[in-house]
């Protein structure tokens, strides 16, 4: 049995598809998602190993929830969209396979022994993440948008990750890990990311520790094992 | 007896001068109204010489000249005023004090009074405002009569000897009267049809004109083709009596009516060497048939003498020629050249319009066919895979939606008029809100508020669609639930005012395209309306977007729908 989740907002496109796939006999279906921020979480927790995945939703499409994926939990992924005249020979190249609402059960049983031979043969998932073009932050009841070009640091604790610009803190899904490997942020500690578009000032102390200012007049920490990566980074 | 007789001899010999006179362009400047400086001076010179000639042509009898001199000083000053009247009456006057004689210095005087006493007349006119009456015979008559009447006065005062006078009084006061009298008479009566004649022909020639103008450019609004070209050559003919007319386009004969029919044929290609130069060289070509003969490139016998062929051309570009032929038997006429210029002209503009037009009408056809396009292939492939999920668990709403999606395409398809009522409008995309409805569930909720009165309000179709398209598209289906779409429609101060709202607020101006549908409604309400009408967006981001059509209130349909309902 395949581990699978449907992601797709409208609640009659989710059912049909879950029929379709269930009906298939080959699918373990973990569950059905409405929205990305939704499927993060379930992806985080469950592991799929493949997705369905609709590609326009509310607030956030397909591509920016895989762009909001880190890479080891990259799954396997099937789009499901009505029509997408420019994109589909891109979903070609870059995907598993793509589904064309409505779904034909013969067509979808294709896409099934795709699926099967790959991860029989163990392929990894073939969908490689673009740069994040801009961070998903919640914000009350929606989403706000950040360009990573206007961040000026962000930091976890134990509440979760913050990305923090001009007009505050904003609380975002995705993990320093997937905001570093997408993004131009540089790591400079182990829960803070710096923009080094920002960056003021370094300050190297004899321990071998340091501070980034930013150009904001944020203070933040540098530890051992960045600063020299960090040197790197910025060539000095 | 015997000298009135030759007296009205010489008058003769005056009118034909005079008739000479109002052949030539000097008519020009008796067209009534205030005269210039140098047609006054004109007019001196010529009523001057035709005064002097009065008295040149006059009869010494008894040592004295009887005379038709009045004349041209009696004129001079009814036709110029009393300073022409007088200028020329001194000069006539001054001649005729030249030749000597006993009545020299008496006649010089009364010739210049004669000019005075024309010139009194025309001041008299003008005040009581009949300025034309100096151009009646009558007029002419009654005042020459008084003015020589005045001359054998003076003639009888200043001359001496007395008796002499008298005796030449008795002898030439009823020939000259009635001699100089029905002279002047007679020129005014002559300038008066020669000024009758021109305007009677300018009126003919322009109001042929636009009887041509009138039947013909509703024709050719239809296009330039045979069948309109046929038309339109039988109506040349027929209003200006010409030959024959022919309508070509570049390289063929669209229509030949008149002389030589039987075998300058429609569909022929255009062989003529006159026809080719108005083609390839833009200009008007011109064989008067006495200079240059139109010489048939088909048949030796064939009728035609003359032919002007006008080119007509849109935008600098010759896209074809008018043509009027003559047999050899007649002249061409200059009206009808002028004519026939005046009317490719005519022409030419009136293919530039409609070739306006047709771009225009095309331009906005191929726009309507981008906002039905815009709306396929999404809406319709989600609402199948909405459908083919309804099936599973409701067939009697499936049948419902298939029905609706029915209805939206098939009134998507057939919608070929530009206007539609409110109400025909509203049915529209109330079929496509009910399957987006389906789609969307507890996301999407519809609300209408249409004031009644506005459901016969004429709209220019697809006003509303691509407004809900966009509520729904970037609007609603972006947000996780209790998406909401208002649409209004109410009357503001003079105005109508129809609405869309969403709680989506996701406007954004400058996206492509999805602003595209929305421009086109804007630019066609303001074409169709005026620019203070057409569409506005507000956005509170988060909140809402309205967006905003304003219409002029049209009082009828108040009253309409008043009686109506």
């Known amino acids: 049995m395949i581990r699978a989740l449907i992601i797709d907002d409208e609640q009659h496109a989710r059912e049909e598809l879950e029929h379709l796939v269930r009906a298939t006999g080959v699918f373990e279906i973990l569950g059905s998602c409405t929205n990305v921020i939704d499927a993060l979480r379930k992806i985080r927790t469950e592991k799929p190993e493949l997705i369905f995945l609709d590609i326009e939703m509310p607030a956030l499409n397909g591509f920016e929830l895989l762009a909001m994926l880190e890479d080891e939990l990259m799954p396997h992924v099937v789009f499901v969209t009505a029509y997408n005249e420019y994109a589909l020979k891109s979903f070609e190249e870059k995907t598993l396979d793509y589904l064309l609402k409505p779904v034909s059960p013969q067509r979808l049983l294709k896409t099934v022994n795709k699926v099967r031979d790959m991860i029989r043969r163990g392929d990894p998932p073939r969908y490689q993440a673009e740069s994040l073009s801009h961070i998903p932050c919640q914000f009350a009841n929606r989403v706000k948008f950040i360009s990573p070009a206007t961040v000026d640091y962000v930091y976890s604790d134990v509440a979760g990750i913050y990305v923090v610009t001009h007009d505050g803190h904003f609380f975002t899904e995705l993990t320093l890990r997937v905001l570093e490997e997408r993004t131009a942020l540089l790591r400079c500690q182990r829960q803070y990311l710096v923009n080094p578009e920002r960056i003021d000032e370094i300050i190297f102390f004899a321990n071998g520790l340091g501070e980034i200012k930013t150009r904001a007049g944020n203070t933040l920490p540098v530890s051992r094992r960045y600063l020299r990566q960090l040197k790197v980074s910025l060539q000095l | ?565």
């Open chain 2, 1 to 565: 007896m015997l000298l009135m007789f030759e007296l009205l001899q010489q008058t003769a010999v005056l009118i034909v001068v005079a008739y000479l006179f109002s052949k030539s362009p000097a008519m020009d400047y008796l067209s009534g109204g205030k005269l210039q400086k140098r047609q006054l001076l004109f007019l001196y010179v010529v009523f001057s010489l035709f005064s002097i000639l009065g008295t040149y042509e006059g009869l010494p009898i008894q040592g004295a000249i009887a005379n038709t001199r009045a004349i041209g000083a009696v004129l001079a000053g009814l036709i110029g005023g009393p300073i022409l009247g007088l200028s020329v009456g001194l000069t006539a006057g001054l001649h005729r004090f030249s030749l000597g004689g006993f009545t020299a210095f008496s006649c010089g005087i009364s010739t210049t009074v004669e000019g005075l006493v024309g010139g009194l007349v025309y001041l008299y006119l003008n005040r009581r405002k009949q300025p034309e009456q100096v151009f009646h015979p009558l007029i002419a008559f009654a005042t020459t009569l008084v003015a020589e009447m005045l001359q054998m006065t003076i003639i009888l005062i200043m001359a001496r000897p007395f008796t002499d006078a008298v005796a030449l009084v008795k002898v030439i006061a009823l020939p000259m009267i009635c001699a100089n009298s029905v002279g002047a008479a007679l020129f005014m009566s002559m300038v008066r049809d020669q000024r009758r004649v021109r305007d009677k022909v300018g009126a003919l020639f322009s109001s042929k004109a636009f009887t041509v103008a009138d039947r013909t450019l509703g024709i050719l609004s239809r296009g330039f083709s045979s069948e309109t070209a046929r038309e339109m050559a039988e109506i040349i003919r027929e209003e200006t009596a010409v030959g024959a007319v022919a309508i070509t386009d570049r390289s063929e004969i669209l229509a030949f009516s008149g002389i030589g029919a039987d075998h300058h044929h429609a569909g022929n290609s255009v062989v003529s060497k006159w026809s080719k130069q108005a083609l390839f060289e833009n200009r008007v070509v011109f064989a008067d048939g006495f200079n240059e003969n139109f010489k048939c490139p088909l048949v030796d016998n064939c009728p035609i003498g003359s032919v002007l062929v006008v080119p007509l051309q849109v935008d600098q570009e010759v896209v074809g020629t008018i043509s009027l032929y003559e047999p050899k038997t007649k002249l061409f006429l200059n009206i009808n050249r002028s004519f026939g210029e005046g009317l490719a002209t005519l022409y030419s503009h009136q293919l530039l319009r409609s070739r306006f037009e047709e771009q225009k009408s095309l331009l906005v056809q191929s726009e309507l066919k981008l906002i039905q396009a815009q709306v396929n292939p999404h809406f319709l492939f989600n609402a199948l895979n909405t459908i083919m999920a309804v099936v599973r668990k409701d067939a009697g709403q499936a049948r419902e939606l298939l029905l609706q999606l029915s209805t939206f395409f098939r009134t998507n398809l057939k919608r070929s008029q530009d206007i539609v009522t409110l109400e025909e409008e509203l049915a529209h995309i109330g079929s496509y809100l009910e399957i987006e409805k389906a789609r969307f569930g507890e996301r999407l909720f519809v609300y209408q508020q249409i004031d009644p009165v506005l459901l016969n309000l004429q709209i220019p179709v697809f006003t509303l669609q691509p407004l809900i398209e966009n509520a729904i598209k970037h609007g609603v289906a972006h947000l996780l639930d209790h998406g909401k779409v208002w649409v209004r429609a109410y009357c503001e101060t003079g105005f109508v005012i129809i609405e869309v709202e969403d709680n989506a607020g996701n406007y954004r101006p400058p996206i492509e395209p999805q602003g595209l549908g929305m421009r086109l409604v804007d630019r066609r309400i303001k074409n169709i309306y005026g620019q203070e009408f057409g569409l506005t967006v507000a956005c509170v981001p988060h909140e809402k977007t309205l967006v905003q059509i304003k219409f002029p209130l049209d009082k009828e349909i108040l009253d309409d729908s008043g009686a109506n309902h």
